[in-house]
């Protein structure tokens, strides 16, 4: 054997065994006790999320933990690909992503974010409740600490109809409620509105939806006012086309609306029947280089105080009962936010959950029948 | 004195020889300097582009991630009703086993649930509880066991579509880019059922939108391009910089500033109803469909044609024209016979200019397009970052690129690519 190859096979083995004792290390997931000087890397959605976030989370993180710098890149509406793509290239620059639950999921089951261990890395509620009761089912999965649960609902312009809209199935009603309406593009939501407005009870709706002829029965109630469908992919559209009075109604998350309402004070009333609720919340990348600061921030912003406190700037409602009773005025319009969530008794009545499991199996197949539908 | 003197170049040998070692360093020389630029479209647009593409063949996860099942699968045949054996079910498990540990279970999964939906949970729940699965199946049968977790197994379709997708290249992403299925029970390969074709149609209709775009840019841009080319110099700068005003605006405020004016409680119906040409009932539609891509594309395409009809017209001499006319040609007759085929190099610069950046467009259909002007591109975005069938969003722009090349070939043979000029 030359010395060359020796060499060469010791390299290989030490390699080899750091490679192997890294990979086997069992890390322990707790948040640090104290912050390390870092540049964390968040991203999130821009406009008036990222605000709120701003305020509620980053500003008092910094102000308390000077050595931390928080850089915001607003990406996280293809958060997905974009964390594939770094994965694949073997260099992961963000350190938190702000994403939805199912891009969550997506992200968790392709192995691109970490697992966290809620009880060990979230901070417990004020009367010592552990975190993972706290935050209850809406931990939909391993790698998701959720924020704020929103929802995608109706507003309509309350001077150009007759009488004011109660029922999501007043949408699919020409004859009382004549004009444009705005509906995203893409068949998530709209199906189970146009079920649900055919006569399909609520347990049912996915049932029907499992096979080919209920989502033609769907696109059927849904031909109905095709003609008077305006299609969006932004959610600032609704709003935009509701201000011009170019749709009567229109969907959109119920935040978009919030500030539309109460904020341009624009004539537009929420329609909060059926709203499909939905969760926005943290994933860490895998691969991050700042693990430990990530976990110390995290541990500070989604505690109890932290979630109610974003609820000053945005109507979403907080993801940890804990903070629900702490949600108090806006901080610009001094007005009571509490009436403004989604999650508000009076507003969720009738209320859908979004499905992961089903759109996770069934998306791609049904996004077919409703392009091809929508191109016809 | 003469006797001292040397040729450099003694005969015709040595001087085709001497010629070819400078010719050969002048090469060098010019291949130096475009050699960063070389370098730069190899490693920033060639090699990324071929990556991409090779996506859309390439079937590395399934064939790595289930060696045991595959090769289990070799004996079964696929148009048969009956489920594979219990070696089959052997050959999962355990594939599932190791897949779950590498976290690849539901990414498997994930690909499978684009040929067959249902697989993604079926994968993710039998992945999580496949450690538990095992020891019960070894004392009775994994395919029972297997079954009994959950029926899906049980669907002769499932492995149909994983022995379809057995082999490490395979055609199904272009069959699905052309709105094909093959069928493994019959081998055969078959357009799907209508209510599930969606690109064709679109590929159909990208062609057909570039092509009026195009139209429209020449029949708005022709006009211009001549004025501009006839005025003095001083006032057809101006022109000019007014042509090139929209290069300096952002496309986003552009093609948004289009809504502004086009929707139905925009500027220009307002304008119409308030003139009385059309009722208040009866506002035009001219945004969120056809219509609107044309009409805001064109404007962003226009100066595309613009440039290269001006520089081609400011080269013909004014004097064929006069010619023409002193020889006792009618005006009309002197520019369709005289000036007009000299511009007809400009017209396919610019045609293909526009042609080629419309088909590949994007955020304008998005915003205006509404359903029935949005393009091919949209959906291929929609594939990279929404459903992250990658491989499928390669397949329908490979197709695409063919498109291109054909059209690009067929211009060639009709109109002749040595005719285009740039000025």
Redesign the interface.
């Given at each position: 054997m030359s010395r060359n190859t020796i060499i060469a096979l010791v390299v290989v083995a030490i390699v080899a065994i750091v490679g192997v004792n890294y990979l086997t290390k069992d890390k322990e997931m707790m948040a640090p006790k104290e912050a390390k000087e870092a540049n964390l890397v968040i991203v999130s959605w821009g406009g008036a999320y990222s605000d709120s976030q701003q305020n509620a989370y980053h500003k008092p993180y910094m102000e308390k933990y000077p050595q931390v710098k928080i850089i915001n890149d607003d990406s996280s509406n293809e958060a997905v690909p974009k964390m594939r793509a770094m994965s694949e290239a073997g260099n992961v620059t963000w350190d938190l992503v702000d994403v939805v639950a199912a891009d969550a999921i997506r992200a968790c089951d392709d192995g691109l974010a970490v697992e966290v261990d809620v009880n060990s890395v979230l901070a417990k509620a004020p009367d010592g409740t552990k975190a993972s009761k706290d935050f209850g089912d809406l931990l939909v999965s391993p790698c998701f600490i959720p924020q704020i649960v929103y929802s995608t609902t109706f507003g309509y312009r309350t001077d150009l109809v007759s009488e004011p809209m109660t029922s999501v199935c007043d949408v699919f009603d020409l004859q009382k409620f004549p004009g444009k309406r705005s509906l995203e593009k893409r068949p998530i939501n709209n199906l189970e509105w146009a079920l649900l407005c055919d006569g399909v009870d609520e347990d049912d709706i996915y049932d029907v939806l499992g096979d080919k002829e209920g989502v033609a029965r769907a696109l059927a109630k849904l031909d109905t006012i095709k003609s008077e469908i305006i299609w969006w992919s932004k959610g600032a559209e609704t709003p935009q086309r509701l201000a011009d009075g170019e749709v009567v109604v229109g969907s959109t998350y119920n935040g978009r609306l919030f500030s539309l309402i109460e904020e341009k004070k624009q004539p537009v009333a929420m329609l909060w029947d059926w709203q499909v609720f939905d969760l926005d919340g943290w994933i860490i990348p895998k691969g991050g280089k700042n693990e430990e600061a990530v976990l110390h921030y995290l541990n500070f912003a989604t505690d109890t105080q932290r979630l109610a406190d974003q609820a000053k700037y945005i109507s979403y409602g907080p993801a940890r009962k804990s903070s629900a009773p702490l949600v108090g005025k806006h901080a610009t319009l001094g007005i009571d936010m509490a009436p403004h969530m989604p999650t508000d008794p009076r507003n969720a009545k009738n209320v859908l959950l979004f499905n992961f499991e089903f759109w996770a199996d069934k998306r791609d197949e049904i996004d077919e029948q409703f392009q091809s539908w929508l191109a016809k | 004195m003469a006797t001292d003197f040397t040729p450099l170049v003694a005969n015709g040998a040595q001087l085709k020889a001497a010629l070819r070692k400078n010719k050969a360093k002048q090469k060098r020389k010019a291949f130096l300097l475009v050699a960063p630029l070389l370098a730069f479209i190899l490693v920033g647009f060639c090699l990324p582009i071929l990556d991409m593409l090779s996506r859309s063949a390439e079937n590395q996860l399934i064939v790595k991630n289930l060696p045991r099942t595959i090769s289990a699968l070799g004996e079964w045949q696929a148009s048969s009703d009956n489920l594979p054996g219990e070696k089959a079910f052997i050959a999962i498990a355990e594939d599932l086993q190791i897949a779950q540990k590498?976290?690849?279970a539901?990414?498997l999964g994930?690909r499978i649930?684009?040929e067959l939906?249902?697989?993604?949970?079926l994968f993710?729940k039998s992945g999580r509880k496949i450690e538990n699965l095992i020891p019960l199946a070894k004392e009775s049968s994994y395919k029972e066991t297997l079954l009994n977790f959950d029926q899906k197994w049980g669907e002769v379709e499932l492995w149909r579509v994983i022995k379809r997708l057995s082999k490490p290249i395979i055609p199904d992403y272009y069959l699905a880019a052309l709105d094909l299925k093959r069928d493994m029970q019959s081998n055969s390969i078959d357009l799907l059922p209508?209510?599930?074709?969606?690109y064709l149609?679109?590929f159909a209709?990208t062609i057909l939108i570039s092509l009026s775009i195009t139209l429209m840019t020449l029949l708005l841009g022709f006009p211009i391009a001549l004025l501009i080319a006839r005025l003095p110099a001083r006032q057809g700068n101006l022109l000019l910089v007014l042509v090139l005003l929209p290069f300096w605006t952002s496309l986003l405020v552009r093609t948004t500033s289009w809504i502004?004016l086009l929707?139905?409680?925009?500027v220009v119906n307002d304008i119409l109803v308030a003139v009385g040409l059309i009722g208040d009932d009866a506002r035009l539609r001219m945004i969120?469909n056809t219509t609107g891509t044309v009409i805001a594309m064109t404007h962003i395409l226009l100066p595309f044609m613009v440039l290269p009809l001006y520089s081609v017209m400011k080269t013909i001499s004014p004097s064929y024209l006069r010619a023409a006319i002193s020889l006792g040609a009618h005006p009309i007759s002197a520019f369709w016979k005289v000036y007009f085929p000299n511009t007809i190099p400009g017209i396919g610069a610019g045609a293909i200019m526009v042609f080629v950046l419309a088909i590949g467009y994007y955020i304008t259909p998005?915003l205006v397009g509404?359903?029935?002007g949005v393009f091919i591109s949209n959906?291929i975005a929609y594939h990279?970052?929404s459903?992250?069938?990658w491989g499928l969003a390669a397949a329908l722009g490979a197709a695409l690129l063919v498109l291109v090349v054909t059209i690009y070939w067929l211009y060639d043979k009709i109109v002749g690519i040595d005719n285009i000029k740039l000025g």
């Amino acid at each position: 054997m030359s010395r060359n190859t020796i060499i060469a096979l010791v390299v290989v083995a030490i390699v080899a065994i750091v490679g192997v004792n890294y990979l086997t290390k069992d890390k322990e997931m707790m948040a640090p006790k104290e912050a390390k000087e870092a540049n964390l890397v968040i991203v999130s959605w821009g406009g008036a999320y990222s605000d709120s976030q701003q305020n509620a989370y980053h500003k008092p993180y910094m102000e308390k933990y000077p050595q931390v710098k928080i850089i915001n890149d607003d990406s996280s509406n293809e958060a997905v690909p974009k964390m594939r793509a770094m994965s694949e290239a073997g260099n992961v620059t963000w350190d938190l992503v702000d994403v939805v639950a199912a891009d969550a999921i997506r992200a968790c089951d392709d192995g691109l974010a970490v697992e966290v261990d809620v009880n060990s890395v979230l901070a417990k509620a004020p009367d010592g409740t552990k975190a993972s009761k706290d935050f209850g089912d809406l931990l939909v999965s391993p790698c998701f600490i959720p924020q704020i649960v929103y929802s995608t609902t109706f507003g309509y312009r309350t001077d150009l109809v007759s009488e004011p809209m109660t029922s999501v199935c007043d949408v699919f009603d020409l004859q009382k409620f004549p004009g444009k309406r705005s509906l995203e593009k893409r068949p998530i939501n709209n199906l189970e509105w146009a079920l649900l407005c055919d006569g399909v009870d609520e347990d049912d709706i996915y049932d029907v939806l499992g096979d080919k002829e209920g989502v033609a029965r769907a696109l059927a109630k849904l031909d109905t006012i095709k003609s008077e469908i305006i299609w969006w992919s932004k959610g600032a559209e609704t709003p935009q086309r509701l201000a011009d009075g170019e749709v009567v109604v229109g969907s959109t998350y119920n935040g978009r609306l919030f500030s539309l309402i109460e904020e341009k004070k624009q004539p537009v009333a929420m329609l909060w029947d059926w709203q499909v609720f939905d969760l926005d919340g943290w994933i860490i990348p895998k691969g991050g280089k700042n693990e430990e600061a990530v976990l110390h921030y995290l541990n500070f912003a989604t505690d109890t105080q932290r979630l109610a406190d974003q609820a000053k700037y945005i109507s979403y409602g907080p993801a940890r009962k804990s903070s629900a009773p702490l949600v108090g005025k806006h901080a610009t319009l001094g007005i009571d936010m509490a009436p403004h969530m989604p999650t508000d008794p009076r507003n969720a009545k009738n209320v859908l959950l979004f499905n992961f499991e089903f759109w996770a199996d069934k998306r791609d197949e049904i996004d077919e029948q409703f392009q091809s539908w929508l191109a016809k | 004195m003469a006797t001292d003197f040397t040729p450099l170049v003694a005969n015709g040998a040595q001087l085709k020889a001497a010629l070819r070692k400078n010719k050969a360093k002048q090469k060098r020389k010019a291949f130096l300097l475009v050699a960063p630029l070389l370098a730069f479209i190899l490693v920033g647009f060639c090699l990324p582009i071929l990556d991409m593409l090779s996506r859309s063949a390439e079937n590395q996860l399934i064939v790595k991630n289930l060696p045991r099942t595959i090769s289990a699968l070799g004996e079964w045949q696929a148009s048969s009703d009956n489920l594979p054996g219990e070696k089959a079910f052997i050959a999962i498990a355990e594939d599932l086993q190791i897949a779950q540990k590498l976290s690849r279970a539901t990414q498997l999964g994930q690909r499978i649930n684009y040929e067959l939906s249902g697989t993604a949970s079926l994968f993710r729940k039998s992945g999580r509880k496949i450690e538990n699965l095992i020891p019960l199946a070894k004392e009775s049968s994994y395919k029972e066991t297997l079954l009994n977790f959950d029926q899906k197994w049980g669907e002769v379709e499932l492995w149909r579509v994983i022995k379809r997708l057995s082999k490490p290249i395979i055609p199904d992403y272009y069959l699905a880019a052309l709105d094909l299925k093959r069928d493994m029970q019959s081998n055969s390969i078959d357009l799907l059922p209508s209510d599930e074709r969606i690109y064709l149609g679109l590929f159909a209709r990208t062609i057909l939108i570039s092509l009026s775009i195009t139209l429209m840019t020449l029949l708005l841009g022709f006009p211009i391009a001549l004025l501009i080319a006839r005025l003095p110099a001083r006032q057809g700068n101006l022109l000019l910089v007014l042509v090139l005003l929209p290069f300096w605006t952002s496309l986003l405020v552009r093609t948004t500033s289009w809504i502004v004016l086009l929707q139905q409680q925009g500027v220009v119906n307002d304008i119409l109803v308030a003139v009385g040409l059309i009722g208040d009932d009866a506002r035009l539609r001219m945004i969120y469909n056809t219509t609107g891509t044309v009409i805001a594309m064109t404007h962003i395409l226009l100066p595309f044609m613009v440039l290269p009809l001006y520089s081609v017209m400011k080269t013909i001499s004014p004097s064929y024209l006069r010619a023409a006319i002193s020889l006792g040609a009618h005006p009309i007759s002197a520019f369709w016979k005289v000036y007009f085929p000299n511009t007809i190099p400009g017209i396919g610069a610019g045609a293909i200019m526009v042609f080629v950046l419309a088909i590949g467009y994007y955020i304008t259909p998005e915003l205006v397009g509404g359903r029935t002007g949005v393009f091919i591109s949209n959906r291929i975005a929609y594939h990279i970052s929404s459903s992250l069938n990658w491989g499928l969003a390669a397949a329908l722009g490979a197709a695409l690129l063919v498109l291109v090349v054909t059209i690009y070939w067929l211009y060639d043979k009709i109109v002749g690519i040595d005719n285009i000029k740039l000025g």
